[in-house]
C-alpha cells in the first residue's frame, strides 16, 4: 500500500477511519460520526462524544464527555 492511501486513512494522531465503520455507541447502538478537530467520535442519538486517546477510541460510558458541555 503506497503512504498516500495510508495517510487518507488516519489522522495526525493515528485514528483509523475505517474503524467508524465497526464501532458504534454502547448506550444508543448508533453509529458515529468523527471530529478530527476534536479527536472525539460523536453519538448524537445519545448526545455524547467519545475520546480518542493515542489513536485508540475510549469507548467507555464514564469517559464520554456530554455534547451540551
Do not use: K, W
Not at 5 to 25: P, Q
Not at 28 to 47: F, H, K, N, W
Amino acid at each position: 500500500m503506497n503512504d498516500t492511501a495510508e495517510d487518507s486513512r488516519h489522522d495526525h494522531a493515528g485514528f483509523d477511519r475505517r474503524m467508524l465503520e465497526a464501532l458504534i455507541c454502547p448506550q444508543s447502538q448508533v453509529t458515529l460520526e468523527y471530529d478530527a478537530e476534536r479527536q472525539e467520535l460523536i453519538s448524537r442519538a445519545a448526545g455524547l462524544a467519545y475520546p480518542i486517546r493515542d489513536g485508540i477510541p475510549v469507548m467507555l460510558l464514564d469517559e464520554a464527555r456530554r455534547l451540551d458541555d
